[in-house]
């Protein structure tokens, strides 16, 4: 029914999560950023901005012609609409879910994708990048770790896709600099979330058996490609 266009990174994870969860019948893409698979035409008309996840719904609801989405926040909240899952039904807790999506879409994204970058991407030391920036990783572990003092999931009772959303990125915590065992709301959340069997299953694919140090691109055609572009 979907096809998924995915990297090995915390964006396309929390797609598959979510497909996992779901049930659905998905066929997985794998796009190689480092080469630029990202960049040819074809996935151009896919995602205009040239990143990773993108699913294709071959059985949109609508009408009879597939449905694209790009942006993760966006693909998680089209699933949850389409099959009426993963998303509180009353307006509270619904708002609440969405606002953790976009704190994770505008804030712990970014972030925590410009703490790894200047920790193990950049060509020579920058040592205000790193600081910056993993400070504010933990900040925002903080934030959440305050919020999930008297919650069980992040909106409230019912495991959502805020949780999906928010889960892969805290996977790099540790690698960001976070404290480990500083934030222990945080680590009841992350043991509960990582115990559940569809993301169990994913991460032994992908997180739990890959060799991410063998696969950093980081030489220098890989580097002119991810972030040496300006269009
Ligand atoms: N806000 C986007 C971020 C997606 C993103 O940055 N994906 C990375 C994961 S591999 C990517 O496409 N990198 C390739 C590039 O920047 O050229 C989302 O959540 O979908």
Same mark, same amino acid.
């Given at each position: =029914?979907?096809?998924?266009?995915?990297?090995?990174?915390?964006?396309?994870?929390?797609?598959?999560?979510?497909?996992?969860?779901?049930?659905?019948?998905?066929?997985? *893409?794998?796009?190689? +950023?480092?080469?630029?698979?990202?960049?040819?035409?074809?996935?151009?008309?896919?995602?205009?901005?040239?990143?990773?996840?993108?699913?294709?719904?071959? &059985? +949109?609801?609508?009408? %009879?012609? +597939?449905?694209?989405?790009?942006?993760?926040?966006?693909?998680?909240?089209?699933?949850?609409?389409? *099959?009426?899952?993963? @998303?509180?039904?009353? =307006?509270?807790?619904?708002?609440?879910?969405?606002?953790?999506?976009?704190?994770? @879409?505008?804030? $712990?994204?970014? #972030?925590?994708?410009?703490? !790894?970058?200047?920790?193990?991407?950049?060509?020579?030391?920058? +040592?205000?990048?790193?600081?910056?920036?993993?400070?504010?990783?933990? !900040?925002?572990?903080?934030? $959440?770790?305050?919020?999930?003092? %008297?919650?069980?999931?992040?909106?409230?009772?019912?495991?959502? @896709?805020?949780? #999906?959303?928010?889960?892969?990125?805290? $996977?790099?915590?540790?690698?960001?600099?976070?404290?480990?065992?500083?934030?222990?709301?945080? %680590?009841?959340?992350? &043991? @509960?979330?990582?115990?559940?069997?569809?993301?169990?299953?994913?991460?032994?694919?992908?997180?739990?058996?890959?060799?991410? &140090?063998?696969?950093?691109?980081?030489? %220098?055609?890989?580097?002119?490609?991810?972030?040496? !572009?300006?269009?």
């Amino acid at each position: =029914m979907y096809d998924v266009f995915v990297a090995r990174s915390p964006a396309p994870w929390k797609v598959l999560i979510a497909l996992e969860e779901i049930g659905a019948d998905f066929v997985e *893409h794998h796009i190689n +950023p480092g080469v630029g698979e990202q960049l040819t035409p074809e996935f151009k008309k896919l995602n205009p901005n040239s990143k990773i996840p993108v699913l294709v719904d071959n &059985a +949109p609801l609508d009408r %009879d012609e +597939p449905y694209v989405v790009f942006e993760s926040g966006a693909i998680l909240l089209y699933l949850a609409e389409k *099959h009426g899952q993963l @998303m509180p039904e009353d =307006m509270r807790h619904r708002y609440e879910a969405i606002q953790w999506i976009m704190w994770q @879409m505008s804030g $712990l994204g970014p #972030i925590f994708g410009n703490a !790894r970058h200047f920790r193990h991407f950049a060509p020579e030391p920058v +040592p205000y990048g790193i600081t910056r920036f993993s400070r504010e990783c933990s !900040r925002l572990c903080s934030v $959440l770790d305050t919020h999930l003092s %008297d919650r069980e999931y992040i909106a409230g009772t019912a495991y959502s @896709m805020a949780d #999906i959303c928010v889960f892969p990125w805290l $996977l790099y915590a540790q690698s960001n600099g976070v404290d480990e065992g500083a934030y222990p709301n945080l %680590d009841r959340w992350f &043991a @509960m979330i990582d115990a559940r069997p569809a993301v169990q299953r994913l991460g032994a694919r992908t997180w739990k058996t890959y060799d991410y &140090a063998a696969a950093t691109p980081v030489d %220098d055609a890989a580097r002119q490609i991810l972030f040496g !572009r300006t269009r």
